[in-house]
């Protein structure tokens, strides 16, 4: 069992040294109506350190203006939003929203509020209080938000208020001091769902103002953040207590309005390579750690810990940009998807189980298209459309992470060594970009620069087909460039239909159309795992991650 006293700095410094659930759309639109919970009179919880390991550092912790697993999984603790994912049917359950209505045929939803909650610094949770944060998001200048991709208020609602003629995002006024509407401009089927999201939890707007939100004059592991962004304050179950490269820790809220837990101190802690975390958490340094490669799996369920799987509700994928004047031929694409062994890759590089996929929406979703089978593997077909091409040997940039593992990409560098083979075997002339994660890998990507190919995987955040589709091919992305108006139109229409045949068939087609143009290369939906130790009693585990540790039940302590 990991030492109570000075966890954190021991396991970190060893970290230097060794260097599920059914998912359906929901339709309806009122939540049954849930009390605050009156925290009982009790002694104090007897003190309980939990040390996690994960795979790489977060790059902040504003949910507004991040979007890696890692910044999500230490904000899910801290911060919530008004709805919250139900663990068993995967729909939109209270959070500090207890009840819902839709109106006007989807137009706007009014939410009534969870009352005699405050957030960590004292400050009241209230309508005014959540229409502070639904402003703030809508008017985020370019200067805090970049050009907005990694921000899903633009994945969600398309524009911020320097474009409001793009902006779905109408407003959100105060109806009384726990009643709350939200207005858009036109239906989004999918928005009590997208409420879900970690990006939409909601921040004390007392720490806002006096963190400067929306000035990045701060970094965190090579990141720009605001002084908010290295502090945020929430409603959840743990409040934010210290952060720095390689390890936060975070603390139980005594004044929790819901369920407290049993762990009162909390930390995350990096290991960036897949053995240092293994041999951490067989010598007790760790309680558990995310996530488990296919290197480790067999070694940790020999050696008796607990390995569980998560349903796989996210989307490998090889991206390919158009802007490079050679990846606008639709041959070359086609010659690249060729190329690609995806059979071998899901085998060699991710658990066993993992399911190759020629779309980018999981068959759990309405979308999903039986009758789009893809462009197969086959090396000489991929030469033969190579040469009827335009390519004529240019060299391309392959961006590529490492010293990472996500979810969706447990060993990076074995994948797209992989696929470089294959595509080298094709005839292409592949200059490999090796990129640290944490030296800003997702922001290269992002944004407009060399890159001809790019490995990247996109992680399921609500059920609905949208939240695959939608984010990933856009009119403005810099990391597919792609000129594609009819799929952009598809996509714009498809996420306002009601749900229904007429919708699940237009984002069939959608998956049929970027199957035929290959503005990417879908390979795998990816098999998650994480290994806990015989400590833990049982774990919030979750397909999209949807993973607080208050909680977590630890097996009780013999005396």
Not at 148 to 158: E, I, N, T, Y
Not at 197 to 202: T, W
Not at 257 to 273: D, P
Request: charged content about 15%; proline content about 9%.
């Amino acid at each position: 069992m990991p030492s109570t006293t000075g966890p954190l700095q021991r396991v970190a410094r060893r970290a230097l040294t060794l260097a599920a659930v059914v998912l359906l759309a929901a339709t309806g639109c009122t939540g049954a109506p849930q009390p605050a919970i009156d925290p009982p009179a009790s002694s104090p919880p007897v003190p309980a350190v939990f040390n996690f390991g994960t795979g790489s550092d977060p790059s902040g912790f504003d949910p507004a203006l991040v979007s890696d697993t890692e910044s999500f999984r230490v904000t899910r603790q801290i911060l919530e939003g008004l709805l919250t994912i139900d663990p068993v049917t995967g729909t939109p359950a209270p959070s500090l929203a207890t009840e819902w209505q839709e109106l006007d045929n989807g137009l706007s939803y009014s939410f009534t509020l969870r009352p005699d909650v405050t957030f960590h610094d004292g400050t009241a949770f209230d309508a005014q209080a959540v229409c502070t944060n639904f402003e703030r998001w809508y008017a985020l200048g370019e200067a805090t938000r970049g050009d907005g991709s990694l921000a899903m208020f633009k994945q969600v609602f398309r524009a911020f208020s320097d474009d409001p003629e793009n902006s779905i995002y109408q407003g959100c006024s105060v109806q009384a001091p726990l009643a709350v509407t939200i207005s858009l401009k036109t239906r989004l089927t999918g928005f009590l769902q997208a409420l879900t999201l970690p990006a939409f939890a909601i921040s004390s707007p007392t720490a806002l103002e006096a963190g400067t939100a929306n000035v990045s004059d701060s970094t965190f592991a090579g990141a720009k953040v605001s002084k908010y962004g290295l502090h945020p304050v929430g409603t959840g179950p743990f409040t934010f207590t210290t952060a720095e490269p390689g390890a936060v820790t975070m603390k139980a809220y005594p004044r929790y309005w819901g369920e407290k837990g049993e762990i009162t101190t909390l930390n995350f802690i990096t290991f960036e390579q897949p053995e240092t975390r293994f041999a951490a958490l067989q010598d007790g340094s760790l309680d558990g750690f995310d996530p488990v490669t296919p290197g480790n799996f067999d070694k940790l369920i020999k050696s008796g810990q607990q390995v569980l799987q998560r349903d796989p509700f996210s989307v490998m994928y090889l991206g390919i940009n158009q802007k490079n004047p050679v990846l606008a031929d639709q041959k070359v694409r086609e010659a690249i998807a060729a190329a690609i062994d995806k059979s071998a890759i899901a085998a060699n590089h991710f658990i066993a189980g993992t399911a190759t996929t020629a779309q980018f929406i999981p068959p759990k979703l309405s979308g999903f298209n039986n009758a789009v089978e893809g462009i197969a593997y086959d090396p000489a077909k991929a030469k033969e459309l190579l040469a009827d091409s335009s390519y004529q040997g240019q060299a391309l940039e392959f961006y590529y992470p490492t010293n990472a593992a996500r979810t969706y990409l447990p060993s990076p560098e074995k994948v797209y060594a992989q696929i470089a083979a294959g595509l080298t075997a094709a005839g292409f002339n592949i200059k490999p970009v090796p990129i640290p994660w944490n030296e800003g890998y997702v922001n290269a990507v992002k944004a407009d620069g060399g890159h001809a190919l790019s490995l990247l995987g996109w992680n399921g955040s609500y059920a609905d087909p949208d939240n695959f589709v939608g984010p990933l091919f856009t009119a403005d992305s810099a990391e597919l460039g792609m000129n594609d108006p009819q799929l952009f139109s598809k996509i714009t229409r498809a996420r306002g239909m009601p749900n229904g045949p007429d919708r699940v068939q237009a984002y069939e087609s959608i998956s049929k159309q970027l199957a035929a143009t290959v503005p990417a290369v879908p390979i795998a939906f990816p098999i998650s795992a994480i290994a806990l130790s015989d400590r833990v009693a049982s774990y919030p585990l979750s397909p999209v991650l949807n993973e607080v540790f208050n909680q977590v039940k630890l097996v009780p302590r013999k005396d």
